[in-house]
């Protein structure tokens, strides 16, 4: 059988993007049952499947968030991928109201640790809606400021869409998805990323 231009994309990735820093927001509020977040948490684990995660290709760090955001895994944490998914596996499910903001503004922080002359992905997963007033425009404006290239992924049918789309620079960089279909569209989210190339990315 020949392989198609798809298969040969999914071989080709590590040479498409040889380096990256991926940030991940994974949500983690009232609304997304445990079954669910495994879903979440094994769509990240494609993901990173597709990279040479080592300190001088690509790194992976893993923010959680319901009322509150913090790094669960750092851009450190892990320097090789059996320990990255590990790790991964090991998040915890906590629960609480969906601060998307809060998640955005740890991202910001954690952005500035990133490499300079390297791709910065920013991949936010949300299954719902903001919890509170703040605008997330507001609150990911820095980001959408900086070098970084933040794809958001809805999950389900409770998502905003006007909310996804403030979170992102263009429509194209909005995703939904329900939770059955994120393991199956993960390499199509790969192959996303390395057409984009990166947003100002300087060599």
């Not at 049952?33 to 948490?41: E, G, L």
């Amino acid at each position: 059988m020949l392989a198609t231009a798809f298969d040969f994309l999914l071989e080709k990735q590590p040479a498409l993007i040889p380096k990256a820093d991926l940030i991940f927001l994974l949500d983690s509020s009232d609304d997304v049952t445990s079954a669910v977040f495994k879903q979440k948490k094994d769509f990240i684990k494609s993901i990173v499947g597709h990279f040479q995660i080592a300190p001088n290709k690509t790194r992976a760090a893993v923010i959680r968030y319901s009322n509150s955001a913090s790094a669960v895994i750092n851009f450190n944490t892990h320097d090789n991928l059996p320990d990255l998914l590990t790790g991964i596996d090991n998040i915890r499910f906590l629960v609480g109201r969906r601060r998307l903001d809060a998640a955005l503004r740890e991202a910001n922080k954690m952005r500035e640790r990133a490499r300079l002359g390297v791709r910065t992905y920013v991949i936010v997963l949300t299954a719902g809606r903001q919890a509170v007033t703040q605008p997330l425009d507001k609150a990911a404006q820095p980001l959408l400021d900086s070098t970084a290239h933040v794809i958001v992924v809805g999950i389900g049918s409770q998502p905003d869409d006007r909310e996804l789309r403030s979170m992102v620079d263009h429509d194209r960089d909005v995703f939904r998805l329900l939770p059955a279909e994120l393991q199956l569209q993960a390499p199509l989210l790969v192959v996303y990323l390395a057409s984009q190339g990166g947003k100002r990315f300087l060599i």
